[in-house]
């Protein structure tokens, strides 16, 4: 993890050095990502450098999380705002057309991804994004919602590896051992929406170069492979830039 760590700290400052910025701006939900992606900012470009943007939906997000979130900001010396996605949602409600659960639910993430960009232009900041490698084979995010960003560092990161770094960096017990969720509604789960552990998730996907058949012929969950492999392939166009369509 050491090794993993200073990588990381290298790459984060490379990409900003490239980029000719030097602040840096996240999302942070008070959950395990989040917080090693705050974490890791922080040890590469400063405390001063960064800020996190705290965006519950109230009535929702668990005030633990809220407490969580403003406490790693308080312990790091991070700048944060808190700014409640409520009311940002309202005029949704009138649109001419009813919208289905998934685009409710959707239309949350890309609110959040454009309070991260409204503060990163006026503050010449960077968005960094906080998705995990395990995340972003399996397509869990949300299209110009949470996958937008200018950087990923934890993009090369199972979810059990990002665990294994957040023990490394000393990340307080409370945030490692809470239950993976994106709080989209009420006891919303990653483990149950995805249907496994991440751990049992991070097996099949750490294999899946070999093929579904030869996965389940090792003796593997065949709904399981069979379900994280449709996923995978119903989900490719998410990390996708938009086709173009050749007329040369």
Known sequence: MENIHQKLISGIRDFFHLAEHNKAVLGLSGGLDSAVTLKLSVDALGPENVSAILMPENGITRSENIAHAKGLCQFLRVEYYYQPINSFMIDYSSLSWKQNE??????????????????????????????????????????????????????????????????????????????PSAELYPGQTDEQELGATYKELDIVLKQRDL????????????MLVRSIFKRIKNNQHKLSAPPIIQIL
């Open 102 to 179: 998934v685009a409710f639910i959707n239309t949350k993430a890309r609110i959040r991804a454009t309070i991260l960009y409204n503060y990163a232009n006026t503050k010449h900041a960077l968005v960094v994004g906080t998705s995990n490698k395990s995340e972003l084979i399996l397509g869990y995010g949300t299209k110009y919602g949470d996958l937008a960003s200018d950087l990923l560092p934890l993009g090369e990161l199972y979810k059990t590896q990002v665990k294994e770094l957040a023990e490394f960096m000393g990340l307080p017990n409370e945030i490692i051992k809470k239950e």
């Open 211 to 222: 093929g579904e058949e030869a996965l389940i012929g090792k003796g593997m969950n065949p």
